[in-house]
């Protein structure tokens, strides 16, 4: 084939450069374009590159390009110098199409690049991988291939620039189970509507959870509450704004988190914040139950009037305002899909897209929510005797939307008496204690049963919480047995610092027994089930017997919280990491979000064995 003019033209440049006495970058630099050397940087810091070996048989190599640089594709090749092991697949990203001045149209990759390397078998410690690659300048300057060779030790990252390696830490995007693996596939695969459309369906499916159940009756209330309800279409259209507010506050939280590498959300949990917000569903609550009345300030409620177009209760700026406060209850359900989108935007800046994934997560929880909304705005009464009924038991749902957010910073035991409570107080309105002529109705006669029920059932709640019970169906259960979640939980080994961390993994590595990290909250759902319905499960504790159990609490947030979490490369938990009886971590592996016993179980075997399955 031909040698194209351009081509023969570079390869002039490149022998008259390599000619001069100062040969090398900084004399190519002065030929393109008369560019000086501190123009451009050298190859290294424009494409600072590192190698990992995450798993025995995969490996991840990876470049942090330079804004304004970029790399040809095809020109990235990869090999194993010593033969450990044969690359059997590649994964590159598609780049873009580039018209280059020297090589003509070729497909070229902007910003941080990410190859997998999958290999037909486990490679030793200590195997060399051999990478060439060759990148440009959008400026005008093109370097000249490089080939490098590098070291690949267990989980560490190795970095090198042109000439020597140096060991860097890296961030890096660690697949996850429960989903989340696969949901960092969709966002780094550029396929937009397939990306969106499994957020949209992870949300709905997250919707129903225990995350959606805080927000119903704030919804209804907001529109039990609206003066200006003549139909479903208003109703329609305030459950939007609310769904809408709680998506554009969702997405911004995370695109925050994951821009500082810090989780907004989980900063959200603190005391300070759950007992204010906690304290204003209770006056909410009492407003509704008539002992007082909420009025904003004269002045206020004018601006807000012009804004809305209504008064009071139901207005479209209370909807929007109710809808970002209602994130705070979505942000405890750290589902796969949520803590895969804030990985991705922190590994690749692209917080765009990590964004708009956020937000179609987001209205996919929304959705159930809209038809609950318009449904209601339908059935609920607008005035009469029934209304203030229906205000009274909008009341006792903002108490409970209080106590949600309440219980995740008290022990379990209290949690049980406030819940006990609760359920007393609505026992003595229904009429528990009230007694019952002959002729009274069948209503009458309903309504008292179902107030003794509760009263039994609150009793139940109260005398279990004496006893230190914390669990809601079984409030008697820690008068009869400890529960596996419980023996578990005594048995682990609390890690308060990243130094204790240390300690523990050199120590079970030494001893040659293998580990289970559980990164939990007591704000975080998906926690709470793991600990009432996996960790108890016989298989569960069969799986792990024999491991070395360590137990991450970030309840608090707080510095030495986010050390740990920042060194584990987890953004939210739950999380639950393994690590082999050689003290390798198998990071794909994890187990994020709730998994039941027998998946559990299952998994644990699998990663405590050292990531294969076991005989």
Known sequence: MPIRLRQ?????????????????????????????????????????????????????????????????????????????????????????????????????????????????????????????????????????????????????????????????????????????????????????????????????????????????????????????????????????VYIEATAITYAAAGVAAGLSGVAIQANLQSP????????????????????????????????????????????FVGAAIMGALSALIVGACSGPALIAALAFISSTGDYMLGGLALFTLANGMGLPLLLIGTAAGRWLPRSGPWMEKIQRLFGVGFLIVAVLLIERLLPGHLSLALWGALLLGCAVYLGAFDS????????????????????????????????????????????????????????????RTTAELDTALAQARAAGQPVMLDVRADWCVYCIQLERSTFPAPEVQQALAGALLLTVDVTAMNDDDKALLQRLDVFLPPAVIFYDAQGREHPEQRIVGFLGPAAFAAQARQALNGGSQPL
């Open 436 to 495: 019952l002529t002959p002729d009274a109705g069948g209503l009458l006669r309903l309504r008292k049963y179902a107030g003794v029920l509760l009263l039994i059932w609150s009793s139940l709640l109260l005398l279990g919480s004496a006893g230190g019970g914390a669990d809601f169906w079984r409030p008697l259960h820690a008068f009869t047995e400890r529960s596996g979640s419980a023996t578990m939980q005594a048995s682990s080994l609390r890690i």
């Open 272 to 315: 300070w914040v759950l007992g204010s917000f906690a304290g204003l569903f209770v006056l909410l609550a009492l407003s509704m139950f008539g002992l007082f009345s909420l009025q904003l300030p004269a002045g206020l409620q004018t601006r807000l009037t012009e804004l809305s177009g209504a008064q009071k209760g139901g207005t």
């Open 8 to 240: 023969l033209s570079l390869l002039v440049l490149i022998v008259l450069a390599l000619a001069l006495p100062s040969a090398g970058a900084n004399s190519l630099s002065s030929l393109f374009g008369g560019k000086t050397s501190n123009k451009f940087p050298p190859v290294e810091e424009a494409f600072p590159f590192s190698v990992e070996l995450i798993s025995p048989q995969v490996i991840a190599a990876r470049w942090e390009t330079l804004d304004g640089f970029y790399l040809y594709r095809d020109k990235i090749a990869f090999a194993l110098p010593n033969d450990e092991a044969e690359i059997i697949e590649q994964v590159l990203p598609e780049g873009s199409l580039h018209d280059d001045p020297y090589f003509g149209r070729l497909h070229v990759l902007y910003g941080p690049v990410e190859a997998r390397l999958r290999l037909d078998r486990p490679l030793p410690d200590g195997a060399l991988l051999q990478a060439q690659y060759q990148g440009c300048a959008d400026a005008g300057l093109c370097y000249p291939p490089q080939t490098l060779q590098l070291t690949l030790t267990g989980s560490d990252v190795t970095s090198a620039g042109a000439s020597s390696p140096a060991s860097t830490p890296v961030p890096s995007t660690k697949p996850a189970q429960g989903g989340s693996g696969s949901f960092q596939a969709l966002l780094a695969g550029g396929q937009p509507l397939l990306m969106l459309g499994s957020f949209f369906v992870a949300g709905i499916l997250l919707a129903f959870t225990a995350c959606l159940y805080p927000m119903v009756p704030i919804l209804s209330g907001l529109i039990a509450g609206d003066r200006h309800r003549s139909g479903s279409l208003r109703s329609f259209l305030l459950s939007l």
